[in-house]
């Protein structure tokens, strides 16, 4: 079974329908973005993993591909229903790839469905562009779960707070996924450590940006999605190519450095003498005047 993450908004914002008395009840599935007739598949309703966010169930019986979706939610306690009609999915789901083979064929412009031979090429190119992105920021971007067995939260946070848990020897993300009473006063948590990468939309851009742009520059890829072509000679021998936007023009590939803030912080102490303290010597700590 497929799962899909859902965040509701209502009036501009983000919202937590069940803390209001609402709720998230269903998702459905249409093959077309018109989203008009009999849906093809429908789920819910949508249980609540933490603050804002959602999780339906989608049947596995779908075939792989692209699915325009409308989500049916109860935002308040009194509120009507509301149809969020701006959901897309792309099946299928929960694998090693941020991004999906349909989001690299809308980057190229080739029409959908793909074909298995396409699909496969593209799943290999998005891979190639995780690769650069774990390179350059020394991180995976596929989170690890952890368990706590009996842990107990501290006074006064939230338990969808992972900073509720003991989670100081975890040196990175820490996201709570669920948790579930011993009835003993502590808690089973589980956790997710690391980046998570499908999350983060610097990160999926540059991946879908990438595989695209590699398949452009691919000999072997299809005619379609290749760079237009804006002279030939007379004779054919040469041709010419449109022109890339410059880095940092509107349109232009986003580069590899817009990931720097993905980096880990790495502590490195100061290397300095340590100073006698006051009134013997005149530290930075320990001066007096």
Same mark, same amino acid.
């Given at each position: 079974m497929a799962v899909y993450d859902y965040r509701p908004v209502w009036a501009g914002a983000l919202c937590d329908p069940a803390t209001a008395g609402g709720s998230v009840d269903r998702i459905d599935l249409y093959t077309g973005p018109e989203r008009t007739g009999t849906p !093809?598949?429908?789920?819910?309703?949508?249980?609540? !993993?933490r603050d804002s966010v959602y999780r339906f169930t989608i049947p596995d019986t779908l075939p792989v591909g692209r699915y325009w979706c409308t989500v049916t939610l109860t935002p308040a306690k009194d509120q009507p229903a509301e149809q969020d009609a701006t959901v897309r999915l792309d099946l299928p789901r929960g694998g090693e790839l941020i991004a999906s083979a349909e989001q690299v064929a809308d980057a190229l412009n080739i029409p959908l469905p793909l074909t298995p031979a396409q699909r496969e090429r593209y799943w290999q190119k998005i891979r190639e562009a995780q690769a650069d992105v774990f390179t350059y920021i020394g991180r995976p971007l596929i989170p690890t779960p952890q368990r706590l067995l009996s842990a107990t939260p501290m006074y006064g946070y939230s338990l969808d707070d992972p900073q509720a848990w003991p989670i100081q020897h975890y040196?990175?993300?820490?996201?709570?996924?669920?948790y579930s009473n011993n009835l003993d006063g502590t808690y089973e948590v589980q956790l997710l450590i690391g980046l998570d990468g499908s999350t983060e939309e610097p990160i999926v851009r540059y991946v879908i940006a990438h595989a695209a742009e590699s398949l452009?520059?691919?000999p072997a890829s299809d005619a379609d999605g290749t760079r237009r072509v804006s002279s030939v000679s007379a004779e054919g021998q040469s041709i010419s190519y449109d022109a890339a936007p410059a880095p940092g023009q509107p349109g232009s590939l986003p580069s590899i450095g817009s990931l720097s803030g993905y980096r880990r912080q790495i502590y490195r102490p100061l290397n300095t003498v340590p100073a006698a303290p006051w009134p013997y010597g005149g530290g930075r700590r320990h001066r007096r005047w």
């Open positions: !093809l598949a429908a789920a819910g309703p949508a249980v609540r !993993l040196d990175d993300v820490v996201s709570v996924v669920s452009r520059n691919d």
